[in-house]
C-alpha cells in the first residue's frame, strides 16, 4: 500500500522567512498527491493537489508544492510566511488505480512568530 | 453553503460502553468518509460510503465498529464496546464525486475512553 512520511513533526519559523515542509511518499504505483491544511479549531482543507500536468503546483494564498518522482516527493513551500499560516499541514496520497483509499502523513505543525 | 456538520464535538465514555457519532455531509454530495485521527497521527480512513453503498471499508474494525448512511444523505459511525486505543478525533468527510474530488472535513469528535 502506498505510505507518507513527513520528515518534520515541528517547524517554527519567523514572519516573513521562507519555509518548506517536507514530505516523502511510497507507492509500487503511480500516485495523486495533496496537501491538506488545519487551522486551529478548524477542519481539515484541501490547500493544494497533484493529479497530472506540471510538477510545479500552487495555491491561492502563496504556498506551492512540487511533484518530483526521482526523489519520491512533493514538499511544500512558501517564500514569505505570515502569522495567519500557523496551523498543522498533512501531506496525503492515492494510489492512481485505486484512488479511494487516501493515505495521509502524521502532519508538520507549522508556528510562525512574530 | 453550509459544511459538513458533526456531533456531537466532544464525547468521554468507559471502556465497554457503546458510542455513536453523527454526521451530516455538504448537500448533494455523493460520497461520504469516515476517518480515525488518533494523537500525533494523520487521519486513517474507516469506510467510504458512495450514496447508501460501501465503496471500502477495509480499515474499519468489523467487531466492534459499524456505521450506515441511511438515504444515502446522513451517516452515523458506532462503536461498540469502546476499547482505550478507540480513543481519537472521529473525522467526518464528503465529496461531490470520488477519488480526486476534493473532501470537505467537518469539525470532527473527539472521543475519549477511560
Known amino acids: 500500500a502506498q505510505s507518507v512520511t513527513q520528515l518534520d513533526s515541528q517547524v517554527p519559523v519567523f514572519e516573513e522567512a521562507p519555509v518548506e515542509l517536507r514530505c516523502n511518499y511510497s507507492?509500487?504505483?503511480?500516485?495523486?498527491l495533496f496537501w491538506y491544511v488545519q487551522y486551529p479549531n478548524q477542519g481539515l482543507q484541501l490547500l493544494l493537489k497533484?493529479?497530472?500536468?506540471?510538477?510545479l503546483v500552487e495555491s491561492i494564498n502563496g504556498f506551492e508544492a512540487e511533484f518530483n518522482k526521482s526523489q519520491t516527493s512533493f514538499h511544500l513551500r512558501k517564500p514569505s510566511v505570515h502569522i495567519s499560516d500557523t496551523a498543522e499541514y498533512f501531506c496525503?496520497?492515492?494510489?492512481?488505480?485505486?484512488?479511494?483509499?487516501?493515505?495521509f502523513g502524521a502532519g508538520t505543525r507549522l508556528t510562525v512568530k512574530p | 453553503e453550509a459544511g459538513v456538520a458533526q456531533s456531537p464535538r466532544y464525547k468521554i465514555i468507559e471502556k465497554r460502553q457503546s458510542v455513536a457519532f453523527w454526521c451530516n455531509p455538504i448537500?448533494?454530495?455523493?460520497?461520504l468518509y469516515w476517518y480515525q485521527q488518533i494523537l500525533g497521527q494523520g487521519p486513517k480512513l474507516l469506510i467510504q460510503?458512495?450514496?447508501?453503498?460501501?465503496?471500502?471499508d477495509s480499515q474499519l474494525p468489523k467487531d466492534r465498529f459499524s456505521a450506515e448512511r441511511l438515504k444515502g444523505v446522513d451517516s452515523t459511525l458506532k462503536i461498540q464496546p469502546a476499547k482505550l486505543e478507540d480513543s481519537a478525533v472521529y473525522l467526518c468527510?464528503?465529496?461531490?464525486?470520488?477519488?480526486?474530488?476534493?473532501?470537505?472535513f467537518g469539525p470532527g469528535t473527539r472521543l475519549t475512553v477511560l
Open positions: 460510503f458512495q450514496n447508501n453503498g460501501v465503496v471500502d
Open positions: 468527510a464528503s465529496s461531490s464525486g470520488w477519488g480526486t474530488d476534493t473532501q470537505y
Open positions: 496525503a496520497v492515492t494510489r492512481r488505480d485505486n484512488n479511494n483509499d487516501m493515505r
Open positions: 507507492s509500487s504505483v503511480s500516485v495523486y
Open positions: 497533484y493529479l497530472s500536468g506540471s510538477t
Open positions: 448537500s448533494g454530495h455523493a460520497t
